[in-house]
């Protein structure tokens, strides 16, 4: 199902790091820094401009992220606007292993979705408890009734910040409407190592390529800005 098919659902932006050989992560148990500081910042603009900020579970278990803007000012900004200080912060789940003590669940006081696969729906809530809102997204998880109860929701501008899988899904079933590719300038160079997507049919191919609509160094690292739709915001 393509973006233009879907008609209620947020404006979906991806945002996404790589080394120059594609990876978003090297096989250490360290975590890979691939931007920089102004790069940071960059992100963190995009982030206080959305509504909400999607991650898959793996994300969640792996880099702990607490998912909040981090400037004073815009977080100030959005209060002024009638917002919380931070974007509701959104997880996927097939299994429900997720650590109610994460930072996802803990640190500030946004609002928390975790969306489950129908069979794993009781286990999530057992666990989580009020830590988060838990809805059964459909066995698999559909991104699709994911992104329809978003917009039921009030969210109307989703970043979605990853992993692989979520990226991948979101790609695969034409759900985005931009992405945001930060490149490093260095190579990872390590088959192990996670790689920006894997295998699948994605709308965009040598017959069909996607349009940049932006692209700009940023420090060290450049920043590649592609259409994925026709409701893509090309200023």
Not at 124 to 135: D, N, Q, S, W
Not at 185 to 191: A, Y
């Amino acid at each position: 199902m393509t973006a233009s098919a879907v008609p209620h659902r947020p404006y979906v932006v991806l945002s996404c790091a790589t080394s120059i050989d594609g990876y978003i992560d090297d096989a250490t148990d360290e975590r890979l820094l691939l931007s920089n500081d102004a790069d940071l910042d960059r992100v963190d603009e995009v982030r206080a401009g959305c509504d909400a900020i999607l991650v898959g579970a793996g994300t969640v278990r792996r880099d702990d992220p607490r998912l909040l803007v981090r400037c004073d000012r815009r977080r100030a900004d959005r209060v002024a606007r009638g917002l919380p200080e931070s974007p509701i912060r959104v997880t996927v789940t097939g299994c429900g292993d997720l650590d109610p003590a994460a930072r996802f669940f803990t640190v500030g006081d946004t609002e928390r979705i975790v969306y489950s696969a129908g069979a794993a729906v009781e286990k999530t809530r057992h666990r989580l408890g009020e830590r988060a809102t838990v809805v059964d997204a459909g066995d698999p998880v559909d991104l699709t009734r994911v992104l329809t109860d978003l917009a039921d929701r009030g969210v109307r501008r989703l970043l979605v910040e990853g992993g692989a899988v979520v990226h991948g899904q979101f790609l695969t079933a034409g759900l985005a409407d931009e992405l945001h590719l930060v490149v490093a300038p260095f190579f990872v160079g390590d088959r192990r190592a996670p790689r920006f997507v894997g295998d699948g049919h994605f709308p965009w191919h040598s017959a069909r390529r996607a349009q940049v609509v932006e692209a700009r160094q940023i420090g060290d690292v450049v920043l590649t800005r592609y259409a994925l739709s026709q409701r893509c915001e090309i200023a």
